[in-house]
């Protein structure tokens, strides 16, 4: 959703109708039901005039009024709310009278409310005018609609409460008899697979209906006449995107999006089974191609500069269940610019920008210590915060310009005081930072848009303030010449390298784990519980006056973002900003001291550090092709590698055998029989004259091509030695036995003594290992999906990540400290962050990839269907894939300068790869 923000106030060209009627006119939430036409007879006129004068409408039954709207498109619309009305009836009117008394409805109403007069938005006109208003039915009896309309009217006389329960029974009643007319169906043989009752959810209002799904269509037809068409109907093929989503702090909801972006729905179901089930339901049909989802991988493309701040920002606010469509839990974004005050201003400068690791109740330090004064005297459950920073009123408090119609519906047909409107940029600033009540933060408009929003284009008589200024358009800081300009200089402080480094702590906060608990008591970031999810589940809530009340909150005071991150979440990678416009290096970068200074005593990267291991050069991977393939083994190849001179293959197999091949000589491959039993690793010395070979039997063996011969034999563990890894003259090994050892070389050959300088005891059986370039961090998966990293000059355990449902079939450290990249027989393939433990890529796929290698940037897979593929590790995508073998790819080596991939699999064969 790359800069884009869904203008949902803007008149949609789907349900543009000719009327001016709309749901805005009426009280937020409230139902409207049908219409009839009708003659009006003016007020305050005699009988015989007003015959004359009378005006063609119509009439529209509502939920808590009844609305006459005239055809003559200057007249006034007249609303008449039930509680304001003394009686509604049939008129009987005098015996003289020239009105055909028939078929006439008075409505003797204390109050008036005039809208739209004029044919402009404008304040509504309240006229506590004492009289029976007359309204003749031109093609429907009277004795059809005065039941029904007194029946509203009585309602409207309950406790709130007691009026919801019983337009509910009303509309259930009205919705259990709408049957959908077949005649909208794209055909007479279209079936239908599924039916349900849900509500449609617009900001401010909601209506009734059904929703229809066919194979190839959704039709949703709404209970009453308010769009232009009676049906909205989409083909399955033009959606692209559904999710699940939160209404009224319960997971009830879902929005489907078509083809251009757009907002196509926003449904209320009624209740979360019913919602997952219709979900699974369109999920399922043929005809649903729904784009590729960037939610696995959105954080790791954000962390590498592939998806810009903005953009990240409306992903998570779209998987924390904000929308466009509920003002209630609409998208919140951060102030980020502190300085509103200077002619220019200067990004460079950490003075410009708002300290994004506090809430922006606490930037100001005396409000808070009040705050906290009186938090302390208060009872559970308490509260720093008394109202949120994010709420209907606040967005359109920011929005009023362009939605003028929204701000008199919310507010009762007022816009806000003068003194308190959004009159300029640095006074809001001044008042969220010094106001008692006022905690708001911005929405995404001000970050992606033109500015249009800040402009009074409408002309709106927004009012005058106490200092006798207008109150026009919104007043600018200095540093911008004009509104368009503000938004662009804001959207390019987003995405500056402050907020970069620094946008993780609001995170954090807003969606993170600073959200609840003790966490966010620390970070001074508590709100008023009934706006979390989880502080109430109204259909548990038997009191009807109880659940009302918690309805008008929720509606009124706003919700807090559904927690997604339960770890601290990682920084931007500013220093190795590898976006989209640039070549991805394969350079490590050195860690700064800040980041290494953690509770997890993680060592950094050596920044000096020369060797080839961990300085590459770019690799892509492309035009990649078969060289040479021998089925070498009797049995499945368990593990490969390359001689550092590209010219020999060493694979062990299950079968016992060491095989050796040459691949430029192109001789058969020569076998050695190391081991009574089943050969599990194998690591190459440098000078690809002996090999080191972990087996079955428990011991690990150096053995010597060049005579052919064991050299060296080390019972190294109490069970099968499961895996092998060695950098310079530091090896490491991993075993059933629960334990990971560290071995100390003599010499990088390994041709004298080996010592046994660490173990790292586990409560499981370990099958895949890694060491840091360094030589400072170890990492093991486990058989139960356990990862284990552990410090070797501290001897300690650094983390422990549940990874996986079962056996963790490879895992690799990044050649800068900062990531894991591990696969699973889940069908996971994950990143985590090293920092803050957290994953920043989840994909799953529907096969496992058994083996890797990774340079940091591209990562080669094999997986268990014999595919060879590359992925891009930055972005989380999968670049190609090629058949290699039949069956699993059980291990892979590549050497990277000599532009070579060599494979082991299942089929017991060794294939040797070219790329460049």
């Keep these: 959703m790359a800069d884009y923000c869904y203008k949902w106030y803007e008149a949609d060209v789907r349900t543009k109708r000719p009327e001016r009627f709309s749901l805005l006119l009426l009280q937020p939430n409230e139902i409207y039901f049908e219409d009839f036409s009708v003659f009006y007879y003016p007020l305050d006129l005699p009988e015989d005039v007003a015959n004359e004068r009378k005006q063609i409408g119509r009439l529209k039954i509502c939920s808590k009024s009844v609305v006459y709207e005239p055809q003559d498109n200057f007249a006034p619309l007249l609303r008449f709310d039930y509680k304001q009305c003394e009686s509604i009836e049939k008129w009987n009117g005098s015996l003289y009278s020239k009105i055909d008394k028939s078929n006439v409805i008075a409505v003797k109403a204390l109050q008036v409310i005039e809208l739209k007069d004029g044919n402009k938005v404008a304040p509504y006109n309240f006229k506590q005018q004492e009289g029976s208003y007359l309204f003749s039915l031109n093609y429907v009896g009277i004795n059809v609609i005065i039941p029904f309309i007194q029946q509203l009217w009585r309602a409207a006389t309950l406790p709130r409460a007691e009026h919801d329960a019983m337009i509910g029974a009303i509309v259930h009643s009205r919705l259990s008899r709408l049957q959908f007319d077949r005649n909208w169906m794209n055909d007479i043989f279209e079936n239908i697979i599924l039916e349900a009752t849900v509500d449609r959810i617009n900001p401010l209002s909601c209506t009734p209906g059904r929703i229809i799904l066919s194979p190839v269509f959704l039709y949703f037809q709404a209970f009453n006449n308010i769009d232009a068409g009676s049906v909205l109907k989409c083909k399955l093929s033009n959606i692209t995107r559904i999710q699940k989503k939160r209404y009224m702090l319960t997971q009830v909801g879902i929005e489907i999006y078509n083809s251009t972006d757009d907002m196509l729905l926003f449904l209320a179901l009624s209740s979360e089974n019913e919602r997952n089930h219709f979900y699974d339901m369109i999920c399922s049909q043929h005809d649903i191609q729904l784009e590729d989802s960037i939610n696995e991988s959105a954080t790791l493309r954000w962390q590498n500069g592939f998806m810009s701040n903005f953009d990240y920002l409306m992903h998570l606010n779209r998987i924390a269940d904000r929308s466009f469509n509920d003002l209630t839990q609409y998208p919140v974004f951060p102030w980020v610019i502190a300085d509103y005050h200077s002619e220019e201003l200067d990004l460079e400068d950490p003075k410009t920008f708002r300290d994004l690791s506090k809430p922006v109740g606490a930037l100001n330090q005396s409000r808070l210590s009040q705050l906290k004064e009186r938090y302390n005297e208060m009872p559970e459950p308490k509260f720093l915060y008394g109202s949120h920073y994010s709420a209907p009123g606040y967005i359109l408090f920011y929005l009023v310009r362009v939605a003028p119609e929204y701000m008199l519906c919310l507010q009762n047909g007022r816009f806000d005081a003068p003194d308190r409107s959004f009159h300029s940029i640095a006074g809001v600033w001044q008042n969220v930072l010094s106001g008692f009540s006022d905690f708001k933060e911005l929405i995404p408009e001000f970050y992606a848009s033109d500015g249009e929003f800040l402009k009074n284009s409408a002309m709106l008589s927004l009012g005058v303030r106490s200092d006798n200024s207008t109150v026009d358009d919104v007043v600018l800081p200095k540093w911008a010449k004009d509104h368009k300009e503000f938004t662009r200089i804001l959207r390019e402080s987003l995405e500056c390298d402050y907020v970069s480094e620094h946008l993780h702590d609001w995170i954090d906060l807003i969606f993170g784990f600073k959200q609840t608990g003790e966490e966010a008591i620390k970070a001074d970031n508590i709100f008023h519980h009934l706006t979390y999810e989880g502080s109430i589940d109204l259909s548990s809530i038997k009191d009807p006056n109880e659940r009302s009340s918690m309805k008008l909150q929720i509606l009124e005071f706003g919700q807090t973002p559904r927690k997604i991150f339960e770890n601290p979440h990682p920084q931007r990678n500013v220093t190795r900003y590898l976006g989209p416009d640039s070549t991805a290096s394969m350079l490590p970068s050195s860690v700064s001291q800040e980041q290494t200074t953690n509770d997890f005593n993680i060592p950094a990267v ?311």
Excluded at 624 to 633: E, T
Excluded at 812 to 836: C, M, Q, Y
């Design 606 to 916: 050596d920044d000096k550090q020369e060797n080839k291991e961990s300085v590459n050069e770019a690799v892509h991977y492309t035009d990649l092709k078969k060289a040479f393939c021998h089925k070498s083994h009797k049995n499945t190849v368990t593990s490969i590698c390359l001689s550092e001179n590209g010219n020999q293959v060493f694979s062990v197999s299950q079968d016992q055998y060491l095989r050796v091949f040459c691949i430029n000589d192109n001789e058969p491959s020569l076998g050695y029989n190391i081991s009574g039993m089943p050969l599990s690793s194998c690591v190459a010395m440098p000078d690809a004259k002996s090999l080191l070979v972990g087996s079955y039997d428990n011991n690990i063996y150096l053995y010597s091509i060049e005579f052919g011969s064991v050299l060296d034999t080390i019972e190294g563990h109490c069970d099968a030695v499961s895996c092998l890894c060695r950098r310079k003259n530091v090896m490491v090994s991993g075993s059933w036995d629960c334990t990971v050892k560290v071995w100390q070389l003599s010499d990088e050959c390994g041709s004298q003594d080996w010592n046994l300088n660490d173990e790292f005891e586990e409560d499981v059986e370990v099958s895949c290992v890694d060491l840091s370039f360094d030589e400072t961090l170890l990492v093991s998966g486990s058989k139960s999906g356990s990862i284990f990293l552990w410090n070797i000059k501290e001897h300690s355990l650094i983390n422990e990540f549940h990874s996986h449902d079962g056996v963790v079939n490879a895992v690799a450290l990044s050649p800068d400290n900062l990531r894991i990249l591990s696969s699973g027989g889940d069908n996971f393939l994950k990143v985590f962050d090293i920092e803050t433990g957290m994953e920043v890529l989840t994909a799953k796929l529907s096969f496992s990839i058994r083996c890797f290698h990774w340079n940091g940037t591209y990562s080669v897979c094999g997986d268990d269907y014999g595919n060879l593929s590359i992925w891009n590790m930055l972005t989380g995508v999968c670049l190609q894939t090629i058949k290699g073998h039949e069956g699993a790819i059980e291990c892979l080596d590549v050497l990277e300068d000599k532009q070579l991939i060599v494979t082991g699999g299942e089929d017991k064969v060794v294939i040797v790869w070219n790329y460049t």
